[in-house]
C-alpha cells in the first residue's frame, strides 16, 4: 500500500511540474492567456491548489488572449482529470 501512495504522490508531482515548466510559444498575450486558463482549467477539475483567472475584458478583445486562455483551459484540465483517473484506480 505504501508503494502505491508513493508512486502517487510521483505521479502527481511530476504532473504539476511539467504543467509548470511548458510555457507555449506565441505572443504573450497567447502565454497570459494560457497561464491563466490553465490555472483555471485544473480549477474547474478539482485541483484545491489553483485559483481561477480570466481576464474577462481582455478574453472579450484580444484574440490571441482568448485561443491562449481556451487552449490553456483545455489542456490542464484534461491533464488533472487524467491524474485523478489514475489515483481512483
Not at 28 to 54: D, I, L
Amino acid at each position: 500500500m505504501k508503494h502505491l501512495l508513493f508512486l502517487a504522490l510521483v505521479v502527481i508531482l511530476s504532473g504539476c511540474a511539467t504543467q509548470m515548466r511548458e510555457t507555449p510559444s506565441g505572443p504573450p498575450e497567447y502565454q497570459q492567456g494560457y497561464a491563466a486558463g490553465c490555472n483555471s482549467g485544473n480549477v474547474a477539475a478539482g485541483h484545491p491548489y489553483y485559483r481561477f483567472t480570466k481576464d474577462v475584458t481582455q478574453y472579450a478583445s484580444d484574440q490571441m488572449y482568448k485561443q491562449g486562455w481556451d487552449d490553456g483551459f483545455q489542456v490542464c484540465k484534461g491533464k488533472y482529470e487524467s491524474v485523478q483517473r489514475m489515483m481512483q484506480r
